[in-house]
């Protein structure tokens, strides 16, 4: 993605974390970065779960909880479903990922904490082995946890700032940000390009739970 994305004229700078903003008036005039200033005409937030510290900067209330979620990938397993499962009673996503099988699932409410709790873990694969049985990997599992960004009526912030004009939200996804990242994508270039976005975005103002 991000290769088409340079084919189509953009400029990727990785390895550098917005800090903080200066304002003139209602509109950001400066991203300043822990590797320098930027200045551009508008600015679209899309930082997951830490849209919320990085719109505070520029007062804007973004209310969303960051969600932990754990994922466990058996290395060329002993066994491979043929499709993806969703096992309904523990909510836990099962993806075979070519030669590889990934355990997906639980929802734990840390702040922005990364660590790995093992019970949690434990609790995965457990679901997984209850119903698919027992299924080894052949080395040892790759683990890693991340962070959702859920609002408090799980749909996503996707539209232009009311506070702050030239800047556009995109996030809260929760869940289903991977399937949804596309038609926001599309969402967002039509609010930055000033174009009618194909459907009503006013369930997803950024700005709805603000009094
Ligand atoms: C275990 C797990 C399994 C999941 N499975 C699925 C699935 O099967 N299907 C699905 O659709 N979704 C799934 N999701 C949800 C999906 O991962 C998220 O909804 C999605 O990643 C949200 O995308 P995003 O780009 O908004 O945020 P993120 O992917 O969180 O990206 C935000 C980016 O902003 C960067 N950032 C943060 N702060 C700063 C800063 N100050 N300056 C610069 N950059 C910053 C971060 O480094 C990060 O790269 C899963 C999530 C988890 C945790």
Request: aromatic share 8%; glycine share 10%.
């Amino acid at each position: 993605m991000a290769e088409k994305a340079a084919q189509h004229g953009a400029r990727i700078l990785t390895e550098r974390s917005v800090l903080s903003f200066e304002k003139i008036g209602d509109k950001i005039s400066r991203v300043k970065t822990t590797q320098g200033d930027f200045e551009a005409e508008q600015i679209l937030l899309a930082a997951g779960a830490w849209s919320t510290p990085i719109a505070k900067e520029l007062d804007v209330e973004l209310l969303m909880q960051p969600a932990k979620g754990y994922s466990i990938t058996l290395k060329n397993p002993s066994a491979l479903p043929s499709r993806y499962l969703f096992l309904g009673k523990s909510k836990v996503a099962v993806t075979p990922m070519g030669a590889h099988l990934r355990y997906a699932g639980t929802l734990e409410l840390a702040g922005y904490d990364l660590s790995i709790n093992q019970r949690r873990l434990s609790a995965l694969r457990k679901a997984g082995e209850t119903y698919l049985h027992k299924i080894d990997g052949e080395a040892e599992p790759e683990i890693w946890a991340g962070l959702r960004s859920v609002s408090p009526d799980g749909l996503p912030y996707i539209g232009r700032s009311a506070r702050v004009r030239n800047l556009v939200i995109a996030t809260g996804h929760a869940m289903l940000g991977v399937g949804m990242g596309p038609f926001t994508g599309q969402l967002a270039a039509d609010v930055l390009q000033g174009e009618n976005p194909s459907f009503d975005l006013i369930p997803f103002n950024p700005e709805r739970f603000v009094r």
